[in-house]
């Protein structure tokens, strides 16, 4: 723990977004938690019931938002490079994935998003639409930012952005994943459609739909965080982001990162 009592994290040393200017890796992990944070704030208050267009370019924005301040060269820009990723398979063991090849790789985050508005034009009654088939969208928009890897670092905080932003303007809450059982299931159940884009989103779209229903309607934007419904705040979407932040270094190592600065305290 740090002075004021947060938890010292830092991104992996490899991360584009490991530190910087004069700021530590730490305190580079915080600022970069707070934009996430503004940007989760923005996004509840312009697309709560209201309708969301997905385009490149809104993800784009999103990337440019959370890292543009700190990291002007990577900040809302779309790598020019290959890019590998692990991806984390139910059971055990790490698979190494490639992302879309740079020379396709806006006109496959285009068709993710044209494929995201057509299934979310088709509800004619969002609200008599079960939570399954509003979440299936969801999960395929935000498994699909994850298997194309639009940006050389900060994918999955980027489409994290895109899965609360989807959500909330469909009338459902957003979910933080910020226990270790919750962590583990997120990556498990995202495992095949990372794998393909012929996986299955199926076990993505039944966690959050599991995790969401049985809640009743809501007038204003709220956050499932522990298995509780909360109404969301600037001060909720501060612990949203830093689940988030943790879970992009992949479920195993943020339990391992929570329990080192447990230990640490």
């Known amino acids: 723990m740090d002075e004021s009592g947060h938890p010292r994290y830092r991104d992996n040393e490899g ?10 890796p730490e305190e580079t992990w915080r600022v970069l938690g707070d934009e996430l944070s503004r940007v989760l704030d923005d996004a509840g208050a312009a697309f709560w019931r209201k309708p969301l267009r997905m385009d490149a370019e809104r993800v784009r924005w999103w990337h440019g938002a959370i890292f543009g301040r700190h990291f002007s060269h990577d900040g809302g820009r779309l ?7 692990g991806a984390v398979m139910p059971a055990g063991g790490m698979r190494q994935l490639e992302g879309s090849p740079p020379e396709v790789l ?19 009654d969002v609200d008599g639409t079960s939570v ?13 930012i994850l298997r194309v890897h639009p940006f050389a670092d900060g994918n999955l905080r980027t ?21 270790d059982d919750e962590m583990r299931v997120h990556d498990d159940a995202l495992a095949s459609p990372l794998s393909s884009s012929d996986g299955s989103i199926e076990p993505f779209a039944r966690v959050l739909a599991e995790l969401i ?5 809501l007038s204003r934007a709220h ?18 982001a830093e689940s988030a932040m943790l879970l992009s270094q992949g479920a195993r ?8 600065a447990r230990e640490g305290h």
């Open 15 to 24: 991360s584009r977004f490991y530190r910087t200017g004069r700021r530590s």
């Open 106 to 124: 806006r006109r496959d985050l285009e068709v993710l998003c044209g494929s995201f508005n057509r299934c979310v034009d088709a509800f004619h």
């Open 213 to 217: 229903e049985g809640f009743p309607k």
């Open 159 to 179: 489409g994290f952005v895109a899965l609360s932003a989807v959500l909330w303007s469909l009338g459902l809450p957003n979910v933080d994943f910020t226990m």
């Open 223 to 240: 956050t499932v965080s522990e298995g509780r419904l909360v109404e969301t705040t600037p001060e909720v979407n501060r612990k949203v």
């Open 253 to 260: 190592r943020a339990i391992e990162m929570r329990g080192e």
């Open 132 to 144: 399954l088939d509003r979440t299936r969208p969801a999960a395929a928009l935000y498994a699909g």
């Open 79 to 85: 790598r020019k490079e290959r890019v590998f990723f």
